[in-house]
């Protein structure tokens, strides 16, 4: 049976198929290998699909043999920065973690080399690809596992188009702990509308690693300090870009362990328009200015970049916008230390107790931090301290992006910046502050671009 598409329907000569009959077909008995194996011809980019950006993140490479694309994934260890200064001992493919993004178009055949470069035994599953059974890459279920220095080949016909994932499938718990996931975007081959512009994909996911340590830390449950977008901690995220006007895609897939992320972007609405299991019908699609991808899905949101400015997107979890951060510490909120400092610093030189209004203040400090690892909160950002880390990043749309890359931080227009009101202001619309004292006005932080 050849892939379901309006092509083969119709020379097939069965142009009065209806769409029940189509609805059969598509849920027919899945084809083996064997049956499947009449494919479209390989799709190509900028020809058949424009290709997706993985911010901070690569694209797999691949080869056209005989009509198939074939791709080489390498699990091996990896030392992975999550944020300049803080490192870990992780596991990935190809020398990244996570894996590069495989990129393919519906109806065509791929075939995926797996190679295992790891001290233990792994697989790779691909996670909502429709395919033969014995290709579904489950230690143990489907095949056995890939023994170190053993490769193995997966081969199917992609039968869909949408945003998937791929992960180990062996020892689960310790090897996606470690880092072994990634990407997988099929492109549509007859797109129902023209591809946006901005076309973009994430992968979330969690870790704990000891400040101080290098290891992530598998048996981990709930009190996961590392949490990334593309295996990147702010301030380590690259921003993404729009031009005004672009219509803008992002995908988002979740293989954190243990948590599910509401992704929310600031001033826009979108639109969630598929998930892992397909295409949204337009019926059901709904306004939305936070995306919830629970563990183990994608979304897809989309909307057109008609704000100018620096929108944060993010974890809406406030502890997973947080770098590194411990939770079995006492609360020092509305704690008077009165001389404590002085006495606990006669037996630990520096001592510092800190939190007494919250933690955004430890932002400004500029403390030294343990070796290898990252101030609990965020960078610096064009008027302070920006106090979220974690899994946050910029989204920057401008009138007209110069060159590729970031374009550096917003230029509002004049008296567009929230900023100190003045006492004419406060005595022009009757408001009284008791016990403080307006300050004459332009305290906004002059910038440069
Ligand atoms: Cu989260």
Known sequence: MA????????????????????????????????????????????????????????????????GVKVFHLVAEPVTHEFVPGFAAECWGYNG??????????????????????????????????????????????????????????????????????YHSHHDEMTQMALGLMGMIVVHPRTPESAPPERDYVYMLSEWKVVPGTRRPDPNEMTDFNVLTLNARSFPGTEA?????????RI???????????????????????????GVIPASARRPETTVLV????????????????????????????MNQMGHGIPNTVGVEVGDLDERVRKLLPGYMTMGQQGMGEMAEMGM???????????????????????????????ERLERAGDPGWYEHPAGEVATNASAEELTRDGI?????????????????G
């Not at 243990?258 to 639109?271: R, W």
Request: glycine residues 14%; neutral net charge; hydrophobic residues 35%.
């Open 294 to 321: 629970p563990v183990g899905t994608t979304r897809t949101i989309e909307f057109t970049a008609d704000a100018l400015g620096d929108w944060a997107l993010h974890c809406h979890m406030t502890h997973h916008v």
């Open 368 to 398: 030294a931090n343990p070796k290898n690892s990252i101030p609990m909160l965020g960078g610096r950002g064009p008027f302070d301290g920006i106090t979220m880390g974690g899994m946050f990043t910029i989204l920057k749309v401008r």
């Open 96 to 165: 990244r973690v996570h894996g590069p993004t495989i990129e393919a178009v519906e109806g065509e055949r791929v075939r995926i080399y797996v190679t295992n470069k790891l001290g233990a035994p792994t697989t790779v599953h691909w996670h909502g690809v429709l395919l033969p059974n014995g290709m579904d890459g489950v230690g143990g279920l489907t095949q056995r596992a890939i023994r170190p220095g053993e490769t193995f080949r997966y081969e199917f016909t992609l039968r869909q188009h949408g945003t998937f994932m």
């Open 251 to 277: 995908r988002i897939g979740n293989l954190s362990a243990m948590d599910h992320h509401p992704i929310h972007l600031h001033g826009y609405n979108f639109v969630e328009t598929a998930t892992d299991g």
């Open 3 to 66: 892939p379901l598409s309006r092509r083969n329907l119709l020379s097939s000569g069965a142009g009065l198929v209806t769409g029940h009959a189509l609805l059969a077909h598509a849920n027919a008995a899945r084809p083996t290998l064997a049956a499947d194996a009449a494919p479209l011809p390989p799709g190509l980019p900028g020809v058949d699909y424009r290709p997706v950006v993985t911010p901070d993140g690569a694209a797999l490479e691949w080869q056209l043999v005989e």
């Open 240 to 248: 993404l870009v729009a031009q005004r006007g672009e219509r803008v």
């Open 432 to 448: 009284t502050v008791e016990g403080t004292r307006p300050t004459t006005g332009g305290g906004g932080h002059a910038h440069g």
